[in-house]
């Protein structure tokens, strides 16, 4: 799958590990987690095959989030993404979208 970010410093957060905006900084076992989480994201075949990896704890959400997918960074945060199927018969090319990286118990 090919991941492409919505927000510039989830993308930065991704390469450096380090965020220079304030308003997103994380304790780093958060950051370094998120990075594996899209590390898998990246190396995954289809969204299908998250299922399978219970960590992650992939979904798809319902109500007023509906279209969007999300994984498990730990028991507090979770990594928020749209998917998009670019070729009919080839589903390892879906494009993931990082929405935010989000406190998952904040309203």
Do not use: W
């Amino acid at each position: 799958m090919v991941v492409t970010f919505e927000e510039e410093y989830l993308e930065k957060l991704y390469e450096t590990e380090k965020s220079t905006d304030k308003k997103h900084r994380f304790q780093p076992e958060v950051i370094s987690r998120y990075v594996r989480c899209i590390d898998i994201l990246m190396g995954a075949p289809n969204t299908e095959a998250l299922y399978t990896i219970n960590s992650l704890g992939y979904e798809k959400l319902k109500g007023d989030k509906k279209g969007t997918s999300s994984v498990r960074v730990n028991d507090k945060y979770r990594v928020e993404f749209t998917e998009t199927q670019v070729q009919e018969t080839e589903t390892i090319i879906t494009i993931c979208n990082i929405l935010e990286l989000s406190n998952h118990y904040k309203k």
